[in-house]
């Protein structure tokens, strides 16, 4: 099976912009199933970030991101996205990205997803 590989992590000032990208070659369309981005901070649990389903237009985020980051896929490439716009510090974090099957409450879980990529690292600072 093929990894979801991240990409597109760096170093941004408050206030920037960077765009993440995922791999989802390989996964089920089915409208269970999700891509999820999730981020962890040094000494931190993993979190929520964003996730969306494969087989329909829908897509979640957590509160700390909404009106800031913007969770999107491409169906030809096989490819999802996060753009992330106005970083702030507390934003730096590696960054996954998964894919799990579920529903809109257990997407938000780390622990339904168990098919990782190795992580892309963000870093937020002037």
């Known amino acids: 099976q093929v990894q979801p590989a991240e990409s597109g992590g760096g170093l941004v000032q ?28 040094p000494g931190k649990e993993r979190e929520f970030v964003a996730a969306i ?5 829908t897509e979640y985020y957590a509160d700390s991101v909404k009106g ?9 490439t096989d490819t999802v996205y996060l753009q992330m716009d106005n970083l702030k510090s507390e934003d730096t974090a ?11 409450v257990t997407i938000r879980n780390w622990k339904t997803y ?3 990529g190795q992580g892309t690292r963000v870093t937020v600072s002037s």
């Open 14 to 41: 408050p206030g920037g912009s960077l765009r993440l990208s995922c791999s989802a070659s390989g996964r089920s369309h089915h409208v269970t199933s999700w891509m999820g981005w999730f981020r962890q901070a």
């Open 53 to 57: 389903s494969l087989g329909a237009e």
């Open 68 to 76: 800031r980051f913007t969770i999107s896929k491409d169906t030809a």
């Open 94 to 104: 590696v960054y996954y990205c998964g894919n799990a099957l579920g529903n809109r």
């Open 114 to 116: 168990g098919y990782w």
